[in-house]
């Protein structure tokens, strides 16, 4: 029963981080899309008097990727910012449990913000908003934002679980 649950938690797991490593691919695509449309942009402006159109609104749009994308591989690879002092001065069932409580309330926030990054998505649709100088619709980076905050949720709930049933990795 035990090895049967390990199994399907592995294997989720493997899912997971195979989504996250690709959102994080798409993130590293976007900054070097950033790099080389902002390095057209200045040799353009300053040697051609030619800049790109609609550059900026472009580069803001890479942004959101490159930020958003890359949230779910950071977290899985526990990469954000960590404090550490008191955690190793409390005994392990109680940093488990706080370990658990604090999973669990990045979960419901993850939830929050894929619940209501979908809403705002659908109204933006809804209401024909593009950017301001190329007209690119933006409910597709909305709805990207919010898958990766669906994912992030899917890391945190397996490293919850993890934490939860004592699994080490």
Known sequence: M???????LDRFERVVDALS???????????A??????AVDIIGAKLFRWPVPGGIDIVGLLGVVAIGFAIARTQALRGHIEVEFFETKIPQ???N??????YALGMLLFVLLTWKTC?????LQSKGEVSMTQG??????VYGMA???????????????RVVYRINK
């Open 136 to 141: 690119i619709p933006l409910y597709p980076f």
């Open 147 to 161: 898958f990766c905050y669906l994912t992030v949720f899917l890391v945190l709930l397996v490293q919850c679980i």
């Open 119 to 123: 809403e705002y998505g659908y109204t």
């Open 21 to 31: 490593h690709w959102l994080n691919w798409i993130a590293g695509v976007a900054i």
């Open 33 to 38: 899309l950033m790099l080389a449309l902002i």
């Open 2 to 8: 035990v090895y049967e649950m390990l199994s399907k």
């Open 93 to 95: 069932k109680i940093r």
């Open 97 to 102: 449990f706080v370990d658990a409580v604090i």
